[in-house]
């Protein structure tokens, strides 16, 4: 998002005492997450706007809903650097989190603008002193966040926007299309990154609840040009070597089902030649082999029926007189 931010001398109502530097209450709140109780000269204290609820460069933005589920979720979660999970990366920690209306400001879709802030802090070390240097100098300054959701809706119909007809970015009937990110289940950390909310290495979402289908990714390589997640991307290799797979085995059962065919075909139409069979099978279709290899062991069955000694004599069969009495 444009505005994952850290704000300077920003103050939090209700858990901040003031706007510089870490108060009485901010300390208990710190120290809730500490092994040994920390004072105020041991800590730095930062506020970041994680998120907010207006359009992002992916075409996606958070709804008011969300941001205030987030704004429990965020308690407590870590910040690192370019979404890199590891241990060493870890540099601060959320320690208060609060969803804030932005008077006289609109999103792109024309809504009030919503954003969700955040308390984080880290320890005043020899360590920590560049970084700190960078948060107050202004360097360090772009967030990003990375956090789960169950859906990603159309902003116009209300159906998955993976599946429905509408595309992000136009307007359909003054109405803006976007993916609306929905009911947030877990929030992971939120990172220094430079540049937000970018394809692919912006927020990170994911998508619970609903398996990654083809439908929706072929729906969006049907447009031209698509952006795919990781999951996504796994999604469709997996589909591709599937279908590599059925072609091997589908290539198999042709060829066998053809040369049974032949043989059949040279059993009980000895009129026609193999090369002529085999080029017809050449044009036929897996069912017409089918079919016509049931006609032909139909027919090869009938030429060998087993034949009772007590039999009447029939112009359409073989004769049996060597077993009259």
């Not at 043989?263 to 069912?287: H, N, P, Y």
Request: aromatic share 8%; hydrophobic share 35%; charged share 25%.
């Amino acid at each position: 998002m444009a505005d994952n931010q850290i704000i300077k001398n920003a103050s939090v109502a209700a858990a901040q005492d003031g706007a510089d530097g870490v108060g009485e209450k901010e300390l208990g709140l710190i120290n809730a997450y500490t092994r040994k109780p920390l004072n105020a000269d041991e800590v730095y204290a930062f506020t970041v706007t994680l998120c907010d609820n207006d359009v992002d460069r992916d075409g996606e933005r958070f709804t008011v809903e969300s941001l205030f589920a987030l704004e429990k979720l965020f308690v407590g979660k870590t910040g690192i650097f370019d979404h890199n999970p590891t241990a060493k990366n870890q540099t601060a920690r959320i320690f208060w989190c609060g969803v804030e209306a932005v008077g006289g400001r609109k999103t792109a879709t024309g809504d009030d603008y919503f954003r969700l802030k955040a308390r984080a802090y880290m320890l005043r070390c020899v360590e920590n002193e560049k970084l700190i240097r960078d948060i107050d100098s202004g360097i360090l300054r772009e967030v990003s966040v990375g956090c789960a959701v169950e859906s990603v809706k159309c902003s116009v119909c209300g159906e998955d926007i993976a599946v429905c007809s509408h595309q992000k970015g136009k307007v359909y009937s003054g109405k803006l299309c976007c993916g609306e990110l929905t009911s947030p289940y877990d929030a992971y950390e939120f990172s220094f990154v430079a540049v937000p909310s970018q394809k692919e290495a912006g927020v990170v979402k994911s998508v619970y609840g609903k398996e990654v289908n083809m439908e929706g990714i072929m729906k969006k390589l049907g447009k031209g040009s698509a952006s795919l997640s990781p999951a996504e991307c796994e999604k469709l290799k997996a589909y591709i070597e599937a279908l590599k797979q059925s072609a091997k085995d589908g290539v198999y059962y042709r060829d066998s089902l053809t040369n049974e065919v032949l043989r059949l075909s040279a059993a009980v139409q000895s009129g026609i030649s193999r090369d002529t069979m085999e080029s017809l099978a050449k044009t036929m279709s897996v069912a017409q082999l089918c079919e016509f290899k049931t006609a032909f062991e139909k027919k090869l069955d009938e030429s060998f029926a087993p034949v009772p000694q007590l039999y009447g004599k029939r112009k359409d069969t073989v004769s049996n007189g060597q077993f009259t009495i």
